[in-house]
Every structure is written in C-alpha cells, then in structure tokens.
C-alpha cells in the first residue's frame, strides 16, 4: 500500500473546488435541495468516495493534511456568538434548559444501547460505550480523549479504532437524516417560516438574502472582532482549564463572542441611530459571509478525510450498533424532540440539529439546520440554543455520565 501526503495548502486548495462542487450539484437537483442535504456534505461524501476507490482499487492510501480545520470551526462559532443578542438569549432560556434535558436522557439511552450490542456480539459490555456517547454525542474530541482510559484501565485494547469507526458512520448518519426529519415535519404540519430572508448561516436556495451589501470595511471590522473575541476566548479557556474546567477552545470562543457582540451593539446604540445601524449591518453581513465560509470548509474537509477502510475488522459490529443508533435517534427526534420543544418551525430545524447532537457533531448539527434554513427560512433561536447546548453544556453532562457508566 502506498500513502500519498497532501500538503495542507493543496488540501485546502482542494477543499475549496470540493465545496464548489457541492454548490453545484445542490444547485443541480432539486431532490438534494428538497431533504435539505448540505451542500459540504454533497462535496465532501463525492471526494471520500473518489479516496475509497483509490484505496481499495489502486492500493493508494490518500493522506490530506488538514491543519487549519481547528482554527475554521473556531471563526465560526465566534461568529455565531458575535451575532447572538441577549435577548435572544434571554427568550431561548426555556428551549434551552428543555433540549439539554433531552440531550442528556439521550445520552444515558445512547449507552445502554451500545452495551447491549456489545454483550449480544460477545464483547465486553462497557465496549458498547465506546460506540455509544463517546464516540457519537462526543465526537472524535471526546473519543480521542477517552481511549488512552478505556485501553489502559479497562483493557479495551481496540477501543480507539471502535471509537473513531462509530463516528464516522455516525457523522454520515447524522448528515443523511438531519435535513429529511425536517422537512418531513415541516409538510407535514405545515409549519410558518419566520418572516426573515437574513440566515443566522449561509443564504437562501432561493435567492433571498443574497442581495446582502458586502462591504471591504464590513469584512473587516467582522474579521476584527472575531480575532479580539478568539484572543478573549482563549484567555478564559486558559483560566478555565487552570481551574480544572477542560471544555474544547471554541466553547470559551463562543461565550466571549457573545460577551463582546452585545457589548458592542450597547454601546453602538448610544451613539446617533443611523451611525448605529449602519455600523452594525455592514459588520452583521461580514460576519455572515465569514462564518458561512468557514463552517462549509470545515464540514467538507471533515468528510474529505474520512477514512472508510478503519472500519475492517469490527464491521459487523459497527454497523448494527451505528445503524441502529440512527434508527433510534431518528425516532426520538421524531417523535419526542419536536413535541418537547413546542411543535413549531424553530422546533422542526431543532431537530435537524439534534442528529448532529447525537451521532455527529456541533458543526454537522449546525449546517443540518443551516441547510433547513437555506430552504424553508430563518430560526434564530435553534441557532442559539443547540451551539450552546451541544457545544457546551452536554460535553459536561457526558463525561460525568461516561465516567459513571464506565467505572460504576
């Protein structure tokens, strides 16, 4: 087998023309536009798969280097609290307390699921964690950060690659089902969008929103305020983890993002009021182009690296646990998640969020619903609640269940 290096410039070079060509497929079939499918996604399986057959087919290993993807999730959820207004906040208080509620009963299910295939393919009972909240409502993160223990004190010798198979499949069952769960709500109840053509993320597949003046001045002052919030975010990062308090960089990211945005716009509105809006827009739109950029790098270079040939070898266990923590997750969502969180359109984009919550990750959380959006119409409050939710709280509530569940 020979491995073949791509340097991370030509990656992300590549990731570009990937993310381009995931445009144009979307933009091509309606059917990919219609279950709300992200467009990084298109690109990013098209690309995996191109890698798969030139593994399995010519015996060469594909290796991008894809060092800038930390530092494009990062810009993004900066972004995304740049852009959160307290009072916003202060109105998600309910849905946010109801859907970590959610979340973290998920998680303690999850597991019990995962223990129980494991004992029914004759492995040790606490594997099944590994294909369970580790692996899937952690992320790789969480999975890389467990496995040392998992391997070490409970001798679990193959659990890193378990762990890292079960995301895989997970991160791809969570993009599959995301986008169709919302729809399918949203036709169903025939839902009212809320009467806004300006996205939290991304614009329109229906041109609305695209007419968003982009200034030079506007880019800039949004870049600048993501570069003060990020140095803000890494200082209380650095606090935080001095106190014993360990959380990814991007959580303390988001908090000053959201710190300084609103701190900002309260000072704006104390000065003369066309000076204020003005300001305030032409920033609003650059950030929006940035964090759009960013999170559809991200995702498409997240899927560009996958590496089906990992899950040889525990291939009959991984995909009935996975396939079946789909199935699960899909039904809950369904059927209890749009219930709690009051039947409506914020709820239906809420639960194409929840997938990413549960099987993938926060950023395949956020472009599912980034791509619901892009169809059906903006929901500022899920985009609120479910970064904060599942890229904060419920990192908390996993690892003291996990520990629990591993060691009781």
């Not at 309260?266 to 999170?295: M, T, V």
């Not at 209890?336 to 914020?346: A, H, S, W």
């Not at 709280?393 to 591993?406: G, K, P, Q, S, T």
Request: hydrophobic residues 50%; glycine residues 12%.
């Amino acid at each position: 087998m020979e491995t073949v290096t791509v340097p991370a410039f030509i990656a992300f070079t590549i990731t570009i023309m990937v993310l381009f060509y995931g445009k144009y497929l979307t933009s091509k079939y309606q059917l990919l536009r219609q279950y709300s499918i992200p467009e990084p996604v298109v690109g990013g399986f098209a690309c995996a798969m191109v890698v798969g057959v030139l593994y399995y087919g010519f015996d060469l290993q594909v290796v991008f280097e894809l060092k800038v993807m930390e530092w494009l999730l990062i810009y993004f959820f900066t972004g995304i609290g740049l852009r959160a207004d307290i009072q916003t906040l202060l109105k998600g208080g309910r849905p946010l307390l109801l859907l970590l509620l959610l979340a973290s009963g998920y998680i303690v299910v999850q597991n019990l699921l995962g223990i129980s295939v494991a004992s029914l393919f004759g492995l040790d009972p606490k594997t099944g964690l590994m294909s369970g909240s580790v692996a899937l409502t952690g992320g790789v993160g969480t999975t890389m950060a467990w496995a040392p223990t998992f391997v070490q004190d409970l001798g679990i010798a193959n659990a890193t690659e378990l762990g890292v198979a079960s995301n895989t499949l997970g991160l791809i069952g969570a993009c599959c089902i995301g986008g169709p769960i919302a729809a399918y709500l949203i036709n169903k109840h025939k839902l009212e969008t809320e009467n806004s053509d300006e996205l939290t993320v991304g614009t329109r597949h229906d041109g609305g929103g695209d007419g968003l003046p982009v200034t030079y001045f506007g880019v800039l002052r949004a870049w600048l305020w993501l570069n003060v919030s990020m140095v803000l975010g890494y200082l209380l990062n650095e606090s935080l983890q001095a106190a014993g308090l360990k959380l990814p960089l991007f959580v303390a990211c988001l908090l000053a993002g959201i710190v300084l945005g609103n701190l900002g716009r309260w000072l704006l509105s104390k000065r003369r009021k066309p000076l204020h809006q003005n300001y305030a827009q032409d920033a609003e739109h650059g950030l929006s182009l940035i964090s759009d950029i960013c999170l559809g790098m991200f995702l498409t270079m997240a899927l560009m690296s996958l590496q089906v040939w990992k899950l040889e070898g525990s291939f009959g266990y991984i995909v009935t646990v996975v396939g079946l923590q789909i199935l699960m997750s899909a039904l809950f969502t369904t059927f209890v998640v749009f219930k709690v969180m009051g039947k409506d359109y914020n709820a239906a984009v809420i639960c194409a969020g929840f997938g990413g919550v549960t099987l993938g990750s926060t950023a395949t959380a956020i472009v599912n619903m980034q791509a619901v959006t892009q169809q059906y119409g903006a929901a500022r409050q899920a985009f609120i609640v479910v970064p904060l939710v599942c890229g904060f709280f419920i990192d908390l509530v996993n690892a003291m269940v996990i520990n629990f569940m591993a060691f009781y």
